[in-house]
Each structure stands twice: as structure tokens, then as C-alpha cells.
């Protein structure tokens, strides 16, 4: 009964958060519990959740997490108090009323097993007494008072001592007063604010941070990415970071000490014992809760800080894992390279290996017209419609390379496109690489894995670990096991969102699809392998631990092509055929001349089609998927043109207007790839003419933009760019400081997974909206102040 009250109050806590019906969060977290993946639920089971989508239902997932460890510290917080038998009714209560873990554990702080304190010890030495008679009578004379508890024997030696020992006593007390410590939590967090100095004779060396040698700012309105630069800079002991009460410090002291001050019901009214309480209130303020504090709000403010950078990573993942394909068409991958020349590797268009060769177009070898004819005879005989070239180093030159094939080619289709080889090192060298290509050289994969992500980003993306693809702000200062389970997440729905065709996918892809481990899917490229291509849906219930449970999670996620049954070439779940046959009847139609039939099909009543199982929401699904079966939800084939002539920093000029791809999007703009080995930053202020929130609102990675280059910092490697290409180049501003660290081509162009530093841009010209204008004059009053 427990139990059930339990998970009611949980199912309501979710629904109110998520905006949905206790019934809808209840079903959901049964479906869950019974194995059901988010993809699975928020596609085919609508009628059992009410139609609570993805995101409500990774939502409700991860406060399902939070809600039960909150469920299960609690029971261990009473279970503790309980046998240390100090759990009244009242307290009791309290804990189970109780709707956060900081809330809790500050009610646990008194009855928490420590090491011995002062305030121990003193009680030990029988001092509890002179605290507790100061505390109620202050006319008594603490000295005197106090000369009553000497004794050497118990460590007190004089009145002083006493008096100490009593102070820590009443220290500690007021310190663990849940509603206080509560109190202040909230004030301090709504009022604080976050001051950094750079420590002594750390200026040279940490001179990338000096932005914030003498910084102070709100913690409540700090962003996320600035926040965690002073982290970082904290824990490489560049800067001291601080948590003053408000920006007049010595009020806000003043305020907090005389709240525990009134919540100890102590006040100067002249009586002999009042300064020496108020004393005590002031250390309990000043030596106990201000540190406490200033640690619990750092916390909390890193973890919705890494949470911000951790939906920042996800979004520009999905991003590029949901970037165009270019379809089933034969590539040529090149791997850029200078003194270990350029990696090539040609693939048909399923992504078979057809052949390799290593060039030494550049320095120190300059075998250029050599390197020209080998790639033209490649392109030639293997009818290559794609150079797709990695954006590594050499990578302009290796372009230029690539232009001269082309024009030395008889093929009007052939077309060069400069792809992201992030991660493309981190995949050569994995496992999963060895065992695809077991007589490959390392250095060659990454060929492979370039030419492969051009004809279909989802499918060679995921055969790498999801933080080496690095498109992520400040990646390496988050939690890595949130950010592993949020960015797994991503992919999984990413890939369901798309589909996978079964018979030609490999096992890395196969195991993001809803319900499949790693195992089942070697299992099914196994079978596939020794049986031949899958015939029907059905027949995958012939792999080896894959069960009807597990059918039922995957089915409709994977495709067969020329099968046997047309429907399993669309999303269409096997489950529901039996409402198709419906439709199929109805319509006195072939399956086969139905599908596809957009005009007919939009003419039909989902109402018509429903039963007690498959109401109209899954009705309309089906009715749509006949319509576009099959269809892929990602964007059409595009490629950028980055400018002749530009390809190295040096080269630019301001005022220039180019193209280029979206890298990464971070919370204070987004990092533009335009061909010079540097991303450029456009600033939040330069991505539109009106007023932008949030830059993923605008732009997001792999998108192609024309832009227009307002400042150039060759010695800084900066490049500041706009997307109004009426803005006129301006003096030099620096950027938001959030462009510091963690972004840029240190994160989305790399292959060393973003470990390297970054980009940084210089925020643009004057032109920026009045909004973002006033944001800037406050920065620049900052600065001088």
C-alpha cells in the first residue's frame, strides 16, 4: 500500500513538471520499468501515454532517476535517526515532507554521523550547560558564569576556554538548523555573487583567462559557459573564486548574521551576555554557514551549469548525426595530411572498400602532379561521384588538390565536399575499426570513415563514442557519466528517428536501435551473414536472443527493402499491419498502389480505422507512413563552397563575405568553419536582425551560411563574424566571455575529441540589436570598472 502512495506521489511530482496528466507519467514510468525504451513508447504506444512525446518522456526519465534515490536516501535518513532514537513525529514529518535532496540532508546535517567536533568535545566537557544558560538568561556575566565550568581535568582550563567551548556548541546548533541553513541557501543563492582574483604571480600563465582576473557577477544570472571557464580556471589554480552576499558585502554579512542572529532569538538590548552571543552569531555566519553555503551553491550551480553544457553537446550532436546524406553514391575519402602525405580510400555506394593509396602533394615531398594523376585515375575507374575531404590539417591545400582533379575529369557530376574528421582518429584506432578492416593501416580508416560520413553521417557516426565527436562547450569539465548517458541518449533516438535497413547495417548501428543490446545485434549481422539477407520482419525472430519482447521493441525501427512484405519497408509497426489490412480493404486496393498514394490517403477518417488496441493517433501515424513510406526525416544534400584563395587566416580580410558550415552552436553564438583552419565566431548579437535567445533558434551544426568577416586577430587566432552582411567591419570588442574555453574548432574540428584549446571570437561591430547593444555597454562598463 506503501508502496503504491509511493509511486503515485512520484507519477504526480513528474506530471506537474512535464506538463501532463498523473495518468500519462504513471503509464509511462510502467512502461519503463517493464523494459520499453523512450523511442519505442513515444512512438507506438500513444494510446497507452496519452501522446507524451520524447522529450516529455526523457524528461520524465531523468526525474524518474532523481525522484527515486530522493526516495531511497530518505528511507536511509530515518532508518539512521531512527536507531540513533532521536526520530520524533515532528521531525519524522519533516523528512517525508521533504521535496529535494539539499532539503533533506539538511535536515540529516544534526544526526549525521561526524568525527568528533569542538563542539563534541565541549559537551563532552560538560559545557553544554553554560551554553544553554547564556542562551536563556543574557543577564548573566559570561565570566563569571563561566568560572563555574572550569576544570582541568575535562581539558577546560580557564573561563575562556568554557566561554569557546559554549560558543562552538551554539555554533554548531545554530549552523544545522534546517529552516536557517534553508533560508539563507535561497537568499544567498538569489543575491550572491561570484567574485574571481587571479592568484599571486599566475598573470602570464593564465593570461587566456585575464577577462576575469577582477571579475564579479550575479550567481543567479552568471551563464552557464562563463561559469564553468571560472570553474576551470579555479581548479587549475589560475584564479580564487569567492561568494559575497550581495554586491555591498559587508551589508550582506550584516544582514545574514542578524538572520541567525533572530532565528536564535538573540538581540542587543545592553544585557551582560548580548555581545558575546551576537559574537557567536556572527562566527556561526562567518567561520560555518558562508562556507557551507558558498560550497552547496557552487554545487548547485555547477551541475545546471554542466546540465546547459551537457543539452548544448546533445543538441549539436544530433545536429550532425542528423545532417544530410549524401546518399548511396561512390566517394573518394581523403585524409589531409603534410609531412605523412594525404590518406586516400575509395568506397562504392553501399561503403565497400574498393581501393587506397597514400599521396605526397605537400611539404616536404611536393609530389603534386604525381598525387594528380593517381586521384584522377581513381576517380576514373571506379566512376567516383564525391571527394569528400577531412577538415584537418592541410586541408584548404589538400581542397585545392581536390578542385584541379576535378577539372582534370571528363565527369560533369563529380563534386568535392570538405567533411568533419572529428573523431575519424578515435574510430581508426578502436576495435570496432580492427575488426572491419583487420588488414587495414590505422592511418588508412580514417579515409574510410570520411568517405563514409559524407554518404551517411548517422551511420558511420555512431561507431564512435559520442564525446570524441566533440561538438561539445566545456565537454571535459562536466560530469563524464551524465554526459555519456544524456549524449547515448541522443543517438538512440536520433537513429530511430531515421530508421536503420537491416539487411545492410552494420552491428555498431544496429545496437542504437530500440530494445537491441551490442549482442543481439553481432547476432543479427551473423545470420544475415551465414543465411542471406532478411526476407521478412518476422524472420529476425531466428536470431539468437532475440525474443518476441525484444521483436517488439525493434520491429518497427528496422527496414527491409525488395522484401517480402512492402510494409516493412516503412515505419509502420508489425503489431498494427492488422489496421492496414483495414485500410487496404476499404480502399479495394493493392497495398502496393496504395502506398505512396498522398491524394487518396489524406482522404481517409482515422476514426474509421481504430479498435481497442490502435486508437486514432497511431491511425493517423500509419496513415502518414503510407503516405511517405519509409520516409527520411533529415534535410536534403548540400554542400558549401568555401572561396578560392582563402584557405589560411592570414588570408582574410575584413569586410570579405563567405560561405561556410556550421561547427558548433554554443550559448553565447555559433563557431563557423570557413576554411582557414580557424572556426570564426558568430556572437549572438550578429546571427539575425532581431533579437535572438537562444542561437539554436537560428542556426544549428552543419548548417551552411553565408557570412561576413568583421575582425580578424591573426596573433590570438580570432575571427569575428556576422550574418548581416550590412554590419560594417568595427574596433576591436572583446567577446562575451564565454567564448573563452570549450568551443570552436578546440571542440567541433578536431580529432583529439576537443581536448585542444579553442577558438575564441571577438564579439562584432556596433550594428548588433538594441537588446544585445545594451549587453555590451554593460560588459564595457565592467571593464572599466
Known sequence: MQDSKLAQQIAQTIADEIGAQPAQAKAAIALLDE?????????????????????????LEVRLTYLRELEDRRAAVLASIGEQGKLSDELRNEILAADTKSRLEDLYLPYKPKRRTRAQIAREAGLEPLADGLLADPTRDPQAFAAGFVDAGKGVADAKAALEGARAILMERWGEDAALVGELRQWLGEVGVIRARVAEGKETEGAKYRDYFEHAESLAKIPSHRLLALFRARREEILFLELDPGSDADAGHQYAEG???????????????????????????????????????????????????IAVFGDNLEDLLLAAPAGPRTVLGLDPGIRTGCKVAVVDATGKLLA???????EPRRQWEQSLQT???????????????????????????????????????????????AGASV?????????????????????????????????????????????????????????????????????????????TASAALLSRVSGLSSTVAENIVRHRDENGPFRRRRDLLKVP????????????????????????????????YPVVERIVAAAQRPIKTLLGDGSFLRGLKAEQFTDETFGVPTVRDILKELEKPGRDPRPEFKAARFADGVEDIK??????????????????????DIGVHQDGLIHISALSDTFVKDPRDVVKAGDIVKVKVLEVDVARKRIALTRRLDDSPAPARRADKGAEQGAGRGTAGRRDGGRGEPSRGTRPGSSAPPANNALAEAFARARRN
Open 375 to 421: 586521384l584522377r585515375l581513381l576517380c576514373a575507374r571506379h566512376n567516383v561521384e564525391l571527394i569528400a575531404i577531412g577538415n584537418g590539417t592541410a586541408s584548404r591545400e589538400t581542397d585545392k588538390l581536390a578542385g584541379e582533379v576535378i577539372k582534370a575529369c571528363d565527369n560533369p557530376k563529380l563534386q568535392k565536399v570538405v567533411v568533419s574528421e
Open 427 to 503: 574510430y581508426s584506432a578502436s576495435e570496432l575499426a580492427a575488426r572491419e578492416f583487420p588488414g587495414l593501416d590505422v592511418s588508412l580508416r580514417g579515409a574510410v570513415s570520411i568517405a563514409r560520413r559524407l554518404q551517411d553521417p548517422l551511420a558511420e557516426l555512431v561507431k564512435i563514442e559520442p564525446k570524441a565527436i566533440g561538438v561539445g562547450q566545456y565537454q571535459h569539465d562536466v560530469d563524464q557519466f551524465r554526459l555519456a548517458k544524456a549524449l547515448d541518449a541522443r543517438v538512440e533516438d536520433c537513429v530511430n528517428a531515421v530508421g536503420v535497413f537491416v539487411n
Open 35 to 59: 523494459g520499453a525504451s523512450v523511442p519505442f513508447i513515444a512512438r507506438y504506444r500513444k494510446e497507452v501515454t496519452g501522446g507524451l512525446d520524447d522529450t516529455q518522456l526523457r524528461n
Open 651 to 672: 588570408d582574410l580580410r575584413e569586410g570579405m563575405v563567405l560561405e561556410g558550415v556550421v561547427s558548433n552552436v554554443a550559448a553565447f553564438g555559433a563557431f563557423v
Open 545 to 576: 536472443r532475440l525474443g518476441d519482447k525484444t521483436f517488439e521493441q525493434c520491429a518497427g525501427f528496422l527496414r527491409i527493402a525488395d522484401g517480402d512484405e512492402p510494409l516493412d519497408a516503412s515505419a509502420v509497426h508489425p503489431e498494427a
Open 356 to 362: 587506397t593509396e597514400t599521396i605526397y602533394p605537400h
Open 259 to 309: 538572520r541567525v542572529a533572530r532565528s536564535a532569538g538573540v538581540a542587543d538590548q545592553g544585557r551582560a551576555a548580548d555581545r558575546w552571543l551576537l559574537d557567536a552569531c556572527r562566527l556561526t555566519w562567518r567561520a560555518k554557514l558562508h562556507m557551507h553555503l558558498l560550497l552547496d551553491l557552487f554545487n548547485q550551480a555547477r551541475e545546471k551549469a554542466e546540465a546547459e553544457a
